[in-house]
């Protein structure tokens, strides 16, 4: 495993909690919050998190592919197979923490679940991978689903033309993509973001450049500890503030954080030890417990309100119990949805555990 882009995955996961995290604070508390967000914007760290799950669908594709196009039937027999390892990689800790929330609708009147008929919606709408098309129909805080939908649909069709048009047609097209969308994207509305998928296609691009770059490892490796840290952190601070610095540029903020969050992947898959100042045993930790710390972090936050509101207990200090409960959760989901899901899939030889893209993407 590659340290550093774990770590990466890492980084990437605190900010899209912190983002998150607004529904946490009181009046006499939020105002740190609302401060921070006025000069940053940590919804970037999506950008970094698909950049990464592009550079390992494509490391995977690139250990079984033939550097050759091949038929339709072939490309699709391919795509089905890897589709298939990552439903089974996905499914079992959504399908838990999209339940939870149809649940309490269905019991709760405490205003804090959204209705039945609209929670079941957005379950439906999760378990078919189809979520940043229904999302707008109702958006709340229960809509970061939409992420999963589009990292699955990104999945099916860019596997599929790997195989049927070659590497090197989805390098020219990516490219092309991540271009346009730097000034135009579908939809063109305010729900342009759940569509954001340019940054997969730069994980597909950073992969294709580090296969040729043995002689910018051997610069960068020479560098400094102190000008890693220096790179290091303007990196993290403009990958932070860029989508507020160009807020005005609806398309383009999304580019600038996907061309930043190439160039971390990029420096990371070269294994010089670059971003040793956050590769820790946090920040590593977080990173093994990312995807069901994605998601269960909003569910466990509503759920301790629904308790204090039945109890009548003060909320000055509901957001400590909140976090507190969003890593009790986090860790019962790893534990024993995630993990044991993924040994019963490996004993079964339904995934590989040489497949570093399956098991953590």
């Known amino acids: 495993m590659n340290k550093e882009l774990h770590s990466l995955r890492g980084i990437a996961i605190i900010m899209i909690v912190f983002l998150h995290s607004g529904v946490l604070y009181t009046e006499s508390y939020s105002h740190f919050y609302k401060w921070i967000q006025s000069h940053s914007d940590t919804e970037t760290g999506v950008e970094l998190l698909f950049v990464l799950a592009g550079f390992f669908l494509t490391k995977t594709l690139f250990k079984i592919n033939l550097n050759e196009r091949v038929n339709f039937k072939h490309s699709l027999r391919e795509t089905v197979k890897l589709i298939k390892k990552k439903i089974y990689r996905l499914f079992p800790a959504m399908l838990f923490w999209i339940s939870i929330p149809l649940i309490f609708s269905s019991f709760t009147t405490d205003g804090v679940w959204l209705n039945t008929l609209v929670m ?18 109702h958006p709340s805080a229960f809509g970061y689903m939409w992420a999963l939908a589009l990292e699955m649909q990104y999945f099916i069709l860019f596997t ?11 390098f020219y097209i990516a490219c092309s993509i991540i271009f ?55 990196l993290i601070f403009s990958l932070i503030t860029c989508a507020r610095y160009f807020d005005s540029m609806s398309a383009f903020k999304f580019t600038a954080a996907t061309i ?79 993990n044991i899901a993924q040994y019963s899939y490996l004993k079964k030889g339904i995934l590989s555990r040489k497949n570093g893209y399956l098991q953590k993407s």
């Open 120 to 137: 079941t919606e957005k379950f439906f709408a999760s378990i078919f991978f189809i979520r940043n098309f229904t999302e707008g129909h």
């Open 160 to 170: 599929f033309s790997f195989f049927y048009l070659g590497k090197k047609w989805c």
């Open 180 to 234: 346009i969308n730097s000034f135009y994207r579908i939809p063109t509305n305010e729900n342009m973001f759940m569509f954001r998928f340019d940054s997969l296609l730069g994980g597909y691009v950073i992969y294709i450049i580090h296969n040729s770059l043995d002689v910018a490892k051997m610069k960068l490796s020479s560098t400094s500890i102190y000008n890693k840290t220096s790179v290091t952190a303007i």
């Open 260 to 338: 930043i969050s190439m160039t971390m992947v990029l420096i990371a898959s070269l294994e010089i030890n670059f971003f040793s100042t956050i590769n820790s045993k946090i920040v590593n930790s977080i990173a093994d417990r990312s995807y069901s710390l994605y998601c269960c972090h909003i569910p466990s936050w509503f759920i301790v309100i629904t308790i204090y509101k039945s109890l009548n207990f003060d909320q000055s200090y509901m957001w400590i119990c909140q976090l507190l409960s969003m890593l009790i959760f986090t860790e019962l989901t790893y534990r024993y949805i995630e």
